[in-house]
């Protein structure tokens, strides 16, 4: 079977190896010039920066098997702390002055109030309800900043945070919970894309943005027997107008947040050493910072540090679209609020997606299952990619395996 991939990010990648494993023949059209969508890593000045993601959570042993690049990978070492900016103040997490803030009393009441999630509320809703105001605020703020730099009043906190609709108690389950280890690679996550494209050895077309699909199924006047649609869902919705309207519109229904990622180079000493920090309060410019050379060898020159400011998602996204100086700028303000600097980057960076991370609002089952069901009257067409099935680099990967199993049992 010829199948089209559309899209050469993560998922049209995974898509097309497990393809090509079932015996068919995966042709991936992508239309930047190098494949890995928001996965991808830049060396320059001594910097190892990322154009997305820093770390993945779970392993992808198969996946990196495929790529060769096993041995490649890294975990964080050093010191893992981690803040949180809350009422004004940066605090570690966790420590008895945020846990005191946070309402620590009503919060250890939460195994008395353990229901059963009913319907499908927003994060901040369940978690209020669950751990009292305080304590759920806070909890549903890192929650939302962390993994979708997103607003927990627009999360669905079922389909967001599956974990949620465990039966029980949150606070025994997440002591029960054994915490995923995070790697990357020695050469910046970007290897990894680069050598998967590598290994399928011509079947990816880079530069070449698909503007014409029809069934059953012709890209760009190439025919084809089957297709993965490997977009972002507002992409997915517009190629699909003119012959599946159904889908169109149920997909374009589906919202992802803007970003805009910060690399900032400094001498050493001027930055702390540790995992990062996340904005609870949504008065800073980054959602979430984090310091790459403090945990990951090779991300800074001898003698200098890196960090990388998130900036922008849900709740302001109009901060990822600032000129790059003002950008710059606000992001240095900030820093030099939580740590002191007092000194200039010596190098930086700025990376922009328009359509960064999905945000699972409630609701998000549905319009899904519409959107899939619409698809579903159309012959040998499946979806993969951060809209349907997850948004971290192991849920794309395991979306786009999955829809090549479809296609090809």
């Not at 050469?8 to 890995?36: I, K, N, T």
């Not at 069934?215 to 297709?227: I, K, N, Q, T, Y």
């Not at 169109?248 to 589906?254: D, E, G, K, P, R």
């Amino acid at each position: 079977m010829r199948v089209a991939v559309i899209g050469g990010g993560m998922a049209g990648l995974s898509a097309a190896h497990e393809l090509l494993r079932r015996g068919a023949d995966p042709v991936v059209f992508e239309a930047a010039d190098r494949a890995g969508g928001k996965v991808g890593s830049r060396l320059e000045q001594g910097f190892l920066t990322e154009d997305g993601p820093l770390f993945i959570a779970r392993p992808l042993d198969a996946l990196l098997d495929a790529a060769g690049l096993r041995d490649q990978v890294e975990q964080p070492r050093g010191p893992k702390t981690r803040w949180v900016h809350y009422g004004a103040r940066v605090l570690k997490a966790p420590s008895l002055p945020l846990l005191l803030r946070a309402g620590l009393g009503r919060a250890l009441l939460e195994p008395l109030f353990a229901r059963p999630l009913a319907g499908d509320p927003s994060l901040r809703a369940h978690l209020i309800q669950r751990l009292g105001n305080k304590a759920g605020e806070l909890v549903a703020a890192v929650m939302a900043a962390g993994v979708y730099a997103g607003d927990p009043d627009h999360l669905s906190a079922r389909e967001a945070f599956p974990f949620l609709a465990e039966p029980g108690s949150l606070l025994v389950n997440a002591l029960g919970r054994k915490r995923p280890r995070i790697w990357s690679l020695q050469r910046g996550l970007g290897s990894f894309p680069q050598a998967l494209a590598e290994k399928l050895e011509g079947r990816v077309r880079l530069g070449v943005a698909v503007s014409r699909l029809a069934p059953s199924w012709s890209v760009e006047g190439e025919p084809f027997e089957a297709v993965v649609l490997a977009l972002p869902a507002s992409r997915a919705a517009a190629l699909a107008r003119d012959f599946a309207p159904r889908f169109s519109q149920a997909a374009a229904q589906l919202r992802a947040a803007p970003l805009a990622l910060v690399h900032l180079g400094f001498a050493e000493q001027a930055l702390p050493r540790g995992f990062g920090v996340l904005d609870a309060d949504g008065a800073l410019h980054a959602v979430g910072t984090l310091l790459p050379s403090s945990m990951l060898p090779g991300r800074a020159p001898p003698g200098k540090a890196l960090a990388t400011a998130i900036c922008g998602g849900a709740r302001r996204p109009e901060i990822a679209a600032l000129p790059e100086p003002q950008l710059i700028e606000s992001v240095l303000g900030d820093l030099r609020r939580l740590f002191g600097i007092l000194r200039d980057p010596e190098y930086a960076r700025v990376v922009r997606h328009a359509e960064g991370i999905p945000q699972y609002a409630p609701g998000h089952r549905d319009r899904v299952r519409a959107a899939r069901e619409a698809l579903a009257e159309l012959p040998r067409i499946e979806l993969a990619g951060a809209a349907w099935d997850g948004v971290s680099v192991p849920d794309v990967v395991r979306s786009g395996a999955a829809a090549a199993a479809r296609l090809v049992p």
